[in-house]
């Protein structure tokens, strides 16, 4: 049953996945939050987690950097393991003046620079969005909480470093909240598959405001509420 890039066997992975782009925090997620907790997958140090949060299993996957990467192991998800839902939980650069760091994002769609959806050969552009029923908890669970969370569009860019230093701007006059590198592509596989995704983010640096960034280990471990309201929607 092992895939070019997932070792685990049929019945490793739970119904439910969640995936941060760095697998030290899918490492992380699994060993603060979940009991009885396995790992399925090393390859590529892609590391990836099963266990029982609150009695219900529930499995945690890094997906790597860009639509690529994610595009490949949240396809192996769905169509060689079985997996229904996958909900992104990651990093992202706010595009907004009132979205400020450590703000949680739920991402309503996700515009893009990329032509990933250009495979399904479709005339005309294909608006990636997230699946309802996730998004409807998640809001839901957000507003219980008290976390201060936005819901709307975001950019996943295929690029990080970009050479046009009017896009930003630009993106965010068309209401666009933040920047990652991920969300189309789920949203589009999980599309064409007839699954469900959703995207939740953590703003940990801003375009648009002077205020000081995350370092890697905070993005690693502290961005507590995001993955909570995954976990508990999982």
């Given at each position: 049953?092992?895939?070019?890039?997932?070792?685990?066997?049929?019945?490793?992975?739970?119904?439910?996945?969640?995936?941060?782009?760095?697998?030290?925090?899918?490492?992380?997620?699994?060993?603060?939050?979940?009991?009885?907790?396995?790992?399925?997958?090393?390859?590529?140090?892609?590391?990836?987690?099963?266990?029982?949060?609150?009695?219900?299993?529930?499995?945690?996957?890094?997906?790597?950097?860009?639509?690529?990467?994610?595009?490949?192991?949240?396809?192996?998800?769905?169509?060689?393991?079985?997996?229904?839902?996958?909900?992104?939980?990651?990093?992202?650069?706010?595009?907004?003046?009132?979205?400020?760091?450590?703000?949680?994002?739920?991402?309503?769609?996700?515009?893009?620079d990329s032509n990933f959806a250009h495979?399904?050969?479709?005339?005309?552009?294909?608006?990636?969005?997230?699946?309802?029923?996730?998004?409807?908890?998640?809001?839901?669970?957000?507003?219980?909480?008290?976390?201060?969370?936005?819901?709307?569009?975001?950019?996943?860019?295929?690029?990080?470093?970009?050479?046009?230093?009017?896009?930003?701007?630009?993106?965010?006059?068309?209401?666009?909240?933040?920047?990652?590198?991920?969300?189309?592509?789920?949203?589009?596989?999980?599309?064409?598959?007839?699954?469900?995704?959703?995207?939740?983010?953590?703003?940990?640096?801003?375009?648009?405001?002077?205020?000081?960034?995350?370092?890697?280990?905070?993005?690693?471990?502290?961005?507590?509420?995001?993955?909570?309201?995954?976990?508990?929607?999982?």
């Amino acid at each position: 049953m092992a895939t070019p890039h997932n070792e685990a066997k049929k019945g490793d992975i739970a119904k439910t996945v969640l995936m941060p782009g760095d697998p030290l925090r899918a490492k992380y997620l699994a060993e603060t939050y979940l009991e009885d907790v396995v790992q399925f997958n090393a390859v590529r140090n892609m590391f990836g987690y099963t266990g029982t949060y609150k009695g219900k299993k529930i499995s945690i996957m890094g997906s790597g950097m860009g639509m690529p990467s994610i595009g490949i192991y949240s396809y192996e998800l769905f169509t060689q393991y079985d997996v229904e839902n996958i909900i992104r939980i990651g990093s992202a650069g706010s595009m907004q003046k009132n979205v400020h760091i450590r703000d949680v994002i739920i991402a309503q769609g996700s515009c893009t620079d990329s032509n990933f959806a250009h495979q399904y050969e479709l005339p005309g552009t294909f608006s990636a969005i997230s699946s309802y029923s996730l998004l409807e908890k998640a809001v839901t669970l957000a507003k219980e909480k008290k976390i201060n969370y936005h819901v709307g569009n975001v950019l996943a860019s295929d690029i990080f470093y970009h050479a046009d230093t009017t896009s930003v701007e630009k993106w965010s006059r068309m209401g666009v909240l933040a920047v990652e590198m991920e969300s189309y592509a789920l949203f589009a596989t999980a599309a064409y598959l007839g699954k469900n995704a959703l995207t939740l983010l953590t703003i940990s640096d801003s375009l648009v405001n002077d205020e000081p960034e995350t370092t890697a280990q905070e993005r690693e471990k502290t961005f507590t509420a995001m993955m909570e309201v995954a976990l508990e929607i999982a």
